[in-house]
């Protein structure tokens, strides 16, 4: 690299660092609007190998720009605040008196019944097409969204390969009550198989932390199938419960949830991931405000299974650590924002960007 554009280079490094490190100490919002008139303005194009070079470190910097504005942006902190939830029961008794296929079902739907009925609770009313779509549909809570909550088009999706669709259906003592089709495709990978703003609501429960390659392509096209302020409900293990704490501290398991791979011999090896990447709650919104989503609630639950971990608690009591937000399983609600400015690729999820 010929020396002046060394200089150069470093000359902007400098004012950069320098204008990063004011505005995180003043948090002064209008170092904004300076880093964009920085990368902006014209330079004088001494060589092919300087145009090249500032070229980028305009990338750099426009990279850098969005990190600041995530550290600088105002933004209220979420308070862990759990929602009125006045069809709680009504939901659980239905999701009991559904048949199940086998009593491995029926324990299963029994263990993770809270976790059903509060995710369900916190659906709103329908109120423009009626139409929602459940990512990941077991048919566990997919028929309670037309059967309690009143939605008349309930639609299913599944991993699977694009194009297949499977028919569905729901009984209590034998009955019919409910039918669906399944639509099957890769979550990450896939266009999905919908139009523009399909869905007044979306359900990700239980995938995100499976997601191996492309966790934000889930994100945007849910944000792309859903209407205008269309909400997407997005559960997930938390990485940072006292559970996690704990297993650290005594280093007695993985800090995850759950760790384990599927069975390479079952009967789902090819369709069943095991958790490929259990997320923070910070994470968790960041990526989802980088998918154009304002978040409306977030809060924590115990899982069932696991104790209460009082004194982890209390150490970070005492440590003046955050004790909100340490349940083992999040709950997040979110709103489609028209217009919002997207980040495809987020730093902290993204190696290089």
């Known amino acids: 690299m010929p020396v002046f554009v060394g200089n ?64 600088l942006s105002p933004q209220a902190p979420i308070a862990e605040t759990l929602p009125p939830m006045p069809r709680y029961d009504e939901i659980c008794d ?24 509060v995710t369900l609770s916190l659906v709103p009313p329908p109120q423009r097409s009626g139409r929602v779509l459940e990512l990941g549909a077991y048919m566990q809570m997919t028929p309670a969204l037309q059967c309690v909550l009143g939605y008349t088009g309930v639609r299913g999706a599944y991993y699977g390969p694009i194009g297949r669709s499977d028919q569905k259906q729901s009984t209590v003592n034998g009955k019919v009550v409910f039918e669906c089709n399944v639509d099957l ?22 995938i995100f932390e499976h997601l191996l390659h492309d966790p934000m392509h889930l994100l945007l096209e849910c944000r792309r199938i859903l209407d205008d302020h269309g909400t997407l409900i997005l559960t997930t293990p938390n990485i ?16 995850q949830l759950y760790s384990k791979y599927a069975d390479p011999r079952g009967e789902y090896a090819d369709t069943e991931f095991g958790h490929m990447r259990e997320y923070m709650p910070h994470e968790l919104t960041d990526a989802l405000r980088a998918a154009g989503f304002e978040v409306q609630c977030l809060f924590t639950k115990n ?23 340490r349940g083992e399983q999040m709950y997040c609600v979110v709103q489609k924002v028209p ?13 290089g960007c």
């Open 8 to 71: 150069k280079l470093r000359q902007h490094r400098v004012i950069y660092h320098e204008c990063y490190r004011t505005a995180t100490v003043s948090e002064s919002v209008p170092f904004h609007g300076f880093l964009s008139q920085l990368v902006q303005q014209p330079h004088s194009s001494g060589s092919t190998s300087y145009n090249q070079s500032f070229s980028m470190l305009k990338d750099t910097l426009r990279r850098a720009a969005w990190h600041v504005y995530q550290r």
């Open 94 to 117: 239905f999701l009991r008196s559904l048949d199940m296929p086998d009593e491995g079902n029926r324990n299963y739907l029994n263990i993770h019944l809270d976790r059903f009925a």
């Open 185 to 206: 495709f890769d979550a990450e990978k896939d266009r999905y198989p919908y139009d523009d703003s399909s869905f007044e609501c979306v359900l990700a429960c239980e």
């Open 240 to 255: 940072a419960s006292v559970t996690a704490v704990a297993r650290v501290l005594e280093m007695s398991e993985n800090p």
């Open 303 to 325: 899982a069932p299974g696991y104790h209460s971990q009082e004194w982890v608690l209390e150490i970070l009591r005492t440590l003046k650590y955050p004790t909100q937000l």
């Open 339 to 351: 217009g919002a400015q997207v980040v495809r690729y987020p730093g902290f999820l993204y190696e």
